[in-house]
């Protein structure tokens, strides 16, 4: 246990916040490989996560709007996309050194856990909720502004691969349509685990994907959306 304390006022300094809830960042930290190990003692960042991804996307779309009052609706869709996608948020979390503070079971800590994109990124968005929980949205909100580019402008795109962004702009040219993604199965242990995503438009399946991530089985979601509608996609 005191290892797991000295760790998180490592992390704490880090990343200049003291929690008043050390609970809050534990389990942010934790990784489900190594909640699982701790069975019925630790629970995994999962549900942080997913509050984190909403936080997030909360406070850029705000800085976005306020920062850039040029620019219209789609522009600013594709600005954001490029900011809270996996590979953005795998190169903030490597500017605090995130991956040296998660608490993995053995058998990812082996396997390269702590440099794995996708594990990296989830712990981000999971560390975001924790603030914001202990300390409100201002204090999340300066967290994440740390890492916003300075030299953003109209210019920076999402990438052609960002096939959830590209669906998404299409289907919201009809407002009464609706995307919704489905996590419908995953597979594999801990350390190389498999998802299976379903995107849904309205009440119907129009595609499904796999990945090593949950965000990456729904980029491929995306994608089969895109073809199947007859557009033309990258990889």
Do not use: W
Request: glycine share 8%.
């Amino acid at each position: 246990m005191n290892d797991v304390n000295n760790n998180i006022r490592e992390f704490e300094k880090k990343i200049g916040y003291t929690f008043d809830n050390k609970e809050l960042i534990t389990v942010a930290l934790s990784h489900s490989s190594y909640a699982n190990e701790k069975r019925k003692t630790r629970h995994s960042n999962e549900r942080l996560e997913f509050l984190g991804d909403s936080v997030l996307s909360i406070v850029v779309s705000l800085y976005l709007f306020q920062h850039f009052k040029h620019l219209p609706e789609g522009e600013l869709t594709k600005i954001r996309a490029s900011l809270v996608c996996e590979k953005a948020l795998h190169e903030f979390a490597l500017k605090i050194d995130l991956g040296d503070y998660i608490l993995l079971g053995k058998g990812e800590e082996n396997t390269g856990g702590r440099q794995r994109a996708s594990i990296l990124a989830d712990a981000f968005e999971a560390v975001i909720a924790a603030i914001y929980l202990d300390g409100g949205f201002d204090a999340a909100s300066r967290h994440i502004l740390r890492f916003i580019p300075k030299d953003i402008d109209s210019r920076r795109s999402v990438s052609f691969s960002d096939h959830k962004t590209i669906l998404q702009e299409i289907i919201q040219k009809n407002p009464e349509e609706r995307i919704e993604y489905k996590l419908v199965g995953q597979s594999g242990p801990d350390h190389d685990k498999a998802f299976e995503v379903e995107v849904y438009l309205n009440s119907n399946v129009i595609g499904r994907g796999s990945g090593k991530s949950k965000k990456e089985a729904e980029q491929m979601a995306a994608r089969e959306a895109l073809e199947l509608m007859g557009y033309k996609v990258g990889i």
